[in-house]
């Protein structure tokens, strides 16, 4: 019903920058809140960077200054910018909308995950 595209991934130095993009589309009624999460190789997955409908922003201690992350509620999209890449970066990165559908059932969808690689 909901659908999640990222895109943006890929390999970068140290220091460098990439940035992410996510369009969501199917039965949308309305997105509440979208965000970023990250799964490193052997570890789970945690939050990067969330924001809300209303455009409040949140982000996970280790990317705060470095990551920004918006939205377009027109296109239905998500970006994280991120900045001064760091080895420990480097992670699946995933897509993350709460969705209300058009039929009013909640759902929480998921992009396909898109890889980000930052070399030392």
């Known amino acids: 019903q909901v659908r999640l595209v990222e895109s943006g991934g890929g390999l970068v130095q140290a220091g460098g920058s990439l940035r992410l993009s996510c369009a969501a589309s199917?039965?949308?009624?309305?997105?509440?809140?979208m965000g970023w999460y990250r799964q490193a190789p052997g570890k789970q997955r945690d939050l990067v960077a969330v924001i809300s409908s209303g455009g409040s922003t949140s982000y996970a201690d280790s990317v705060k200054g470095r990551f920004t992350i918006s939205r377009d509620n027109a296109k239905n999209t998500v970006d994280l910018q991120m900045n001064s890449l760091k080895s420990d970066d480097t992670a699946v990165y995933y897509c993350?909308?709460?969705?209300?559908?058009?039929?009013?059932?909640?759902?929480?969808?998921w992009g396909q995950g898109t890889l980000v690689t930052v070399s030392s």
């Open positions: 993350y909308a709460g969705v209300l559908t058009n039929t009013m059932l909640v759902l929480d969808a």
């Open positions: 199917g039965s949308i009624f309305r997105i509440n809140a």
